[in-house]
């Protein structure tokens, strides 16, 4: 059956189904960390919190949050956060004793996927229509959509246009998965697979065709990074050693002072202001500044990482604040939320400092 995540009459259709259809299993579109986020009540912990740093998916917790924000204001009139209908049929079949069978890909591995197929202008456009349309009225007909697979099938399709590499990972790839999982099912047993109703076509094509038998496993590896992308990283402090090496040695005319300074002054005031935006606390915005020189010659060190710890602990978050970050209802919503204002500190801080390495290298090269 096809619901839509954020609809009061879907959960009320889930109870309809299962007491109709009888199933001896039920399939939900959930992984096991969406599952257990849900059961859980979506909290998050500050040892958590504290590990999305450590581990650099700062981003990746920023953009799954956002997506969800964006589905929420859909759902708010109705008063059902998304997955409400999802945790229905879960908990309708644990207390009718049916078993229940997780079918979707780990989030983790579909945003990393998403993230490294969608091209440079593609992440941009995807943050810039989120601002942009944060004071926009959303007037959607829920029935209607549930009701016509041809606006569904508009919906997706507009989806891939916008971003084609994103559409690819969270349609077409999650369709494909999301069959192979209900076809590997006990077929003698009778199934009922909750999912979005944008998914049932793709379901429904791969359903009717077989896939590679290492499909699937090829399917839940997020992509290597290509050794074009794993050496840009180095370029740039490759070249400013050698750069200083190399003036040093030949006893250059070239005025040290001045390259350092220019080094120093783009990298610490560009990670600085990234953190502004992010309006971290005033030790965050210094940590950003004083690491942001150091980490930028070190890829394996991030200013964002250091300035995101401060702000943690200098503007600790409340239980109450880890536990709502993951209902915030807007883009607007992450500054005054002191979890989501840590994360904005990492990523922004982490952007900024990015920017600041270039700028200052392409300020070296016209220094010379």
């Known amino acids: 059956m096809g619901t839509a995540h954020i609809s009061t009459k879907s959960v009320e259709a889930v109870k309809q189904q299962i007491e109709e259809f009888k199933p001896d299993i039920v399939a939900v579109e959930l992984c096991k960390s969406r599952y257990d986020s849900l059961v859980s009540g979506r909290r998050l912990d500050k040892e958590g919190l504290l590990k999305v740093i450590k581990e650099g998916k700062a981003p990746l917790v920023l953009l799954q949050s956002l997506l969800a924000a964006e589905q929420r204001k859909l759902g708010l009139d109705e008063g059902q ?114 999912v979005g109703a944008g998914h049932l076509n793709g379901i429904e094509r791969y359903l009717s065709s077989e896939q590679p038998k290492d499909r699937m496993e090829e399917l839940s590896i997020v992509p290597k990074r290509s050794v074009l992308s794993k050496t840009i990283p180095w370029l740039i402090p490759l070249f400013v050693f050698g750069l200083f090496g190399f003036f040093l040695y030949q006893g250059s005319n070239v ?15 560009l990670a600085a202001l990234g953190c502004i935006i992010a309006r971290g606390h005033i030790l965050a915005v210094l940590t950003a500044a004083l690491a942001s020189p150091i980490t930028s010659l070190n890829p394996t060190l991030a200013a964002g990482w250091f300035a995101g710890y401060v702000q ?5 978050p409340t239980a109450e604040d880890l536990q709502q970050f993951l209902k915030l209802e807007s883009f607007g919503s992450f500054w005054s939320n002191k979890a989501g204002r840590v994360l904005l500190v990492t990523a922004l801080t982490n952007l900024g400092s990015m920017l600041g390495a270039w700028v200052a290298a392409a300020g070296l090269i016209g220094g010379i």
């Open 81 to 194: 956060q998304p997955g409400a209908e999802l945790l229905e049929a879960v908990n309708l079949s644990e207390d009718l004793g049916l078993q229940v069978e997780l079918i979707d890909r780990d989030i983790q591995v579909t945003l990393r996927r998403a993230w490294r197929k969608m091209k440079f202008r593609e992440k941009f456009k995807i943050i810039f229509s989120m601002l942009g349309d944060e004071e926009e009225e959303v007037d959607v007909n829920l029935d209607e959509i549930l009701e016509s697979r041809d606006i569904l099938t508009d919906l997706m399709n507009e989806l891939k246009e916008f971003s084609p590499g994103a559409g690819e990972v969270l349609i077409d790839e999650r369709d494909e998965y999301l069959a192979q999982n209900i076809r590997n099912i006990d077929s003698s047993k009778r199934i009922l697979a909750v």
């Open 255 to 269: 005025d040290i002072v001045e390259l350092f300074t220019v080094w120093t002054l783009a990298n610490a005031v």
């Open 312 to 316: 943690l602990k200098v503007a600790e």
